[in-house]
């Protein structure tokens, strides 16, 4: 075997070699060059001449060429060589280090890393056969209870078989405990369903009363809310009751029974023997028979809805787990309770004047429009009354604005309050009202409208609460024409007999009749 010095001299006198052809190469290269450089700057163009260059150009590119050659594997072997050096000066001080002689094929390093890999092996091996052998014991020890197990622990038979119970019963509460989860959890999703397919709270209340009902044991359930006034409750949906349409006519005030109790407070009550409870009134006497009854406040952080009653025949009937959960549905409903109260709100704001509380002028237009198709296509009778204040701007400098805007809002009332539902009164703009009578005759018209006009000014001292003052109106009446085309022609008259009623000096009644001409003109008020 070669020692390490023979191998460093082989290696040196191989590099040594091929520095000594590069050089060489590199001389012949020179030599190249300079006769081409002699044959171009100083020697004519001749066909021997010609010949003597492209060789001179042939040599100078083989030159380049074996040169760079060379020169790179010069440098490979240098590399190699510098890092053969290192690794065995690094191998022979961690021999010398451990007092181990280094193996040729298999390294120091690899072989250490290897057989740290080995241990860790065998010490998984060890920890999955004795796991399987402890999981093989315990089958076997569960299959023969009356085995040598028991003898080694020094347990009887009798001993084995209450702890076998217990493992039974405990295996059957957690059984029940899940089933109880997975009901409530199919109850509160039906629920959420239910809860998210309808913005009418009507609507909503019937079908949350309906998935209770057939999702839990209950004798009869009831969900009460409160009036407009906020103050009384009133039945709004009922299941279980045998007079259903008696209970549905109760009203209930705050702290009046149960259910005014929980209203009052906003504190849930639960009754677990409705006999020895005194102020249970079991909606007013309609049902007689005792047993369990759970009521719930349905309110949010900022409102209350009312009350949602449930009640079963038996005694202490409710589980505080069944509390609980009635208490996430109550809480539920609630929510949607308010979503759909917002919701009827902004929609209302839509559709309603916000200082008169009736209709506004886009849902005027909308309504007159829907009415004269309807009377052009069977050829029905409609009419329509234009409503102003007379001298209003008067009202507004002397009383202020504030004090007008309470005038309109009551006399909105007042033209609501003598007007038919079938009727649509809206505030027009302003100070202008309009009147969309439907199956009416210009001649009936021009009486309702003088019926207004005359109730506006026996009115006139209560709403301007007795002050030295007069309220009147002047009112423009319109009669639908076959020949019409649209809903504007129908407005353009009622306003044209307005005007023309101002102009005639207030508080009148002016008809447009086709054979009268109007100069319609500024009406200062």
């Not at 014991?137 to 299959?143: H, M, N, Q």
């Not at 085309?485 to 007999?497: H, P, Y």
């Amino acid at each position: 075997m070669e020692t390490r010095r023979e191998i460093h001299q082989k290696e040196d006198f191989r590099s040594g070699l091929i520095v000594g052809m590069g050089m060489l190469f590199l001389v012949f290269l020179i030599l190249a060059l300079f006769a081409a450089f002699y044959v171009l700057l100083i020697r004519s163009n001749s066909s021997s001449e010609t010949s003597l260059l492209t060789l001179s150009l042939f040599a100078i590119f083989f030159g380049v060429v074996i040169s760079i050659a060379l020169v790179w594997n010069y440098l490979r072997r240098s590399r190699r060589l510098y890092k053969k050096n290192h690794f065995d000066s690094f191998r022979q001080e961690l021999s010398e280090k451990n007092s181990i002689t280094p193996n040729q094929e298999n390294p120091l390093l690899l072989q250490g890393e290897m057989e740290s890999l080995r241990l860790q092996l065998a010490s998984l091996t060890q920890q999955v056969k004795d796991f399987t052998t402890a999981q093989n014991g315990f089958k076997a020890s569960a299959a023969q209870p009356s085995g040598s197990l028991f003898k080694d622990q020094s347990e009887t038979p009798q001993e084995t078989s209450i702890s076998s119970e217990k493992n039974e019963e405990i295996q059957d509460n957690s059984h029940r405990r899940l089933e109880e989860n997975v009901r409530e959890l199919y109850i509160l999703f039906n629920v959420s369903q239910v809860l998210t397919a309808s913005i009418d709270p009507e609507a909503l209340c019937s079908k949350f009363a309906d998935v209770i009902l057939k999702n839990i044991h209950l004798s009869d359930f009831a969900i009460l809310l409160l009036d407009k006034s906020k103050k009384n409750l009133i039945v709004q949906e009922l299941r279980g009751f045998r007079k259903s349409h008696e209970v549905k006519t109760l009203v209930f005030k705050a702290g009046e029974g149960i259910s005014g109790r929980v209203l009052q407070s906003k504190q849930s009550i639960y009754i677990p023997d409705t006999s020895k409870d005194q102020d249970y009134l079991y909606y007013k006497g309609m049902k007689s028979e005792n047993g369990s009854f759970l009521s719930f406040p349905i309110l949010t952080k900022d409102s209350v809805f009312g009350v949602m009653n449930f009640s079963r025949r038996e005694i202490d009937a409710f589980s505080q787990r069944e509390i609980k959960v009635l208490s996430i549905i109550v809480k539920q409903l609630a929510i949607a309770l308010e979503n759909a109260y917002l919701y009827a709100k902004t929609k209302e704001l839509t559709l309603v004047d916000d200082l008169t509380g009736i209709y506004n002028r886009r849902h005027f237009l909308r309504i007159l429009e829907m009415e004269f198709k309807r009377v052009k296509r069977f050829q029905h009778k409609l009419s329509l009354l234009m409503v102003d204040v007379d001298y209003f701007k008067k009202i507004n400098d002397r009383f202020g604005h504030l004090e007008g805007d309470r005038i309109l809002s009551q006399l909105a009332k007042l033209l609501q309050k003598n007007l038919r539902e079938v009727d649509t009164l809206a505030r027009y703009g302003g100070e202008e009202f309009a009147v969309v009578l439907p199956d009416t005759s210009i001649k009936d018209a021009e009486k309702v409208a003088d019926k207004l006009r005359k109730f506006v000014k026996q009115a006139s001292p209560n709403i301007l609460n007795n002050q030295k003052s007069r309220l009147t109106v002047s009112v423009g009446v319109a009669t639908f024409n076959p020949e019409m085309e649209s809903i504007d022609e129908l407005i353009d008259q009622a306003d044209t007999a307005l005007y023309q009623a101002k102009s005639y000096g207030r508080d009148c009644v002016t008809v447009f009749r086709e054979d009268t001409t109007v100069s319609l003109r500024a009406v200062q008020d």
